[in-house]
């Protein structure tokens, strides 16, 4: 062999020896996205992002809310209910403030954001499975696991959760605008009772997590609950989820939307994994990978094109 082929082989061997291990047989993937789209541009752009989506090999996608910045229209939410049924894998869609909270606005039509909500759950969450093309079942929120406040209910069906491959998932209608808390009397008090059943179905995802066989617990919802703007809003949510991961001792993933910034970071005070997806201008999502055999269990792949402005 001469010295050239034997440099060039010892050099392959080199490579093989960093190349990384396989996935664990039960390692898979799903998408991140929200808070897209607000314009034409990225109307376009969102088709043509769903259809390279349709072409990764999944098990599900998370829509995690702000599916528009235009009026919330019934006709609105009729169109975006049939765009997420062109994603081929099963989506789950947890509400954004540019559905509900912000519809009050002028330039969101001046609606009543609790009628909008109400409007929300028949369109998109009247049954207990997903949506997409491919639907797969997921629990929904429609019992009290304790007595409520007094003058709650047990009806949130937008609250959802399932297991795949030994990962609880959960999501949780949490708002961005300080989730639909200062503005009146009657938010203020939906709010109230809206907290109080999070509280309740994270609990009880928590409680799945923790079964022996389990790996790790994921969180979905759209509010950034680090940039309230009335303190405390969010506190008691990221309280108990600090207690969670005291209690299970596994990797708990956080994922949120609401403040557009592609982000994987730890702002907790305990090590648990914050994911916030891309959001407006910029049309993304991000491909997430559950590999129990990589020590941090999750790896994160953001997919995003380059705008492309016209001249």
């Given at each position: 062999m001469t010295s050239r082929w034997a440099v060039l082989l010892a050099a392959l061997l080199a490579g093989c020896a960093t190349w990384p291990p396989p996935p664990h047989p039960d390692a898979f993937s799903f998408a991140v996205l929200g808070d897209t789209p607000y314009n034409e541009r990225e109307e376009r752009e969102l088709a043509?992002?769903?259809?390279?989506i349709n072409r990764e090999p999944l098990a599900f996608v998370v829509h995690v809310g702000d599916f528009s910045g235009e009026a919330c229209s019934d006709a609105l939410y009729t169109k975006r209910r049939a765009q997420f049924d062109t994603f081929e894998r099963p989506v789950v869609y947890t509400p954004g403030d540019n559905e509900w909270t912000d519809c009050r606005r002028d330039y969101m039509g001046s609606f009543d954001p609790l009628e909008r909500l109400a409007r929300l759950r028949q369109v998109f969450?009247?049954?207990?499975?997903?949506?997409?093309?491919?639907?797969?079942?997921?629990?929904?929120?429609?019992?009290?696991?304790?007595?409520?406040?007094?003058?709650?209910g047990c009806a949130y069906p937008e609250n959802r959760a399932w297991e795949h491959g030994g990962v609880a998932f959960v999501t949780l209608n949490v708002s961005?605008?300080?989730?639909?808390?200062?503005f009146d009397a009657a938010s203020d008090a939906e709010a109230r009772c809206r907290d109080a059943a999070n509280a309740q179905w994270l609990e009880r995802a928590v409680t799945t997590a923790a079964s022996p066989g389990m790996r790790a617990l994921v969180i979905a919802m759209q509010a950034n609950p680090w940039i309230a703007k009335k303190p405390g809003v969010f506190a008691p949510l990221l309280a108990?989820?600090?207690?969670?991961?005291?209690?299970?001792?596994?990797?708990?993933?956080f994922v949120h939307g609401d403040s557009h910034t592609y982000r994987v970071?730890?702002?907790?005070?305990?090590?648990?994994?914050?994911?916030?997806?891309?959001?407006?201008?910029?049309?993304?999502w991000v491909k997430v990978t559950v590999d129990p055999a990589r020590p941090d269990l999750f790896f994160f792949e953001p997919r995003l094109r380059a705008i492309v402005v016209p001249q």
């Open positions: 043509a992002m769903i259809g390279r969450f009247a049954e207990p499975r997903s949506l997409g093309a491919t639907t797969m079942p997921t629990a929904m929120q429609t019992q009290c696991s304790a007595p409520p406040p007094a003058g709650c961005g605008s300080d989730n639909n808390v200062g108990q989820v600090e207690a969670a991961h005291a209690r299970l001792r596994k990797p708990i993933l970071d730890t702002p907790f005070a305990a090590p648990i994994t914050r994911l916030e997806t891309y959001g407006s201008p910029f049309v993304g």
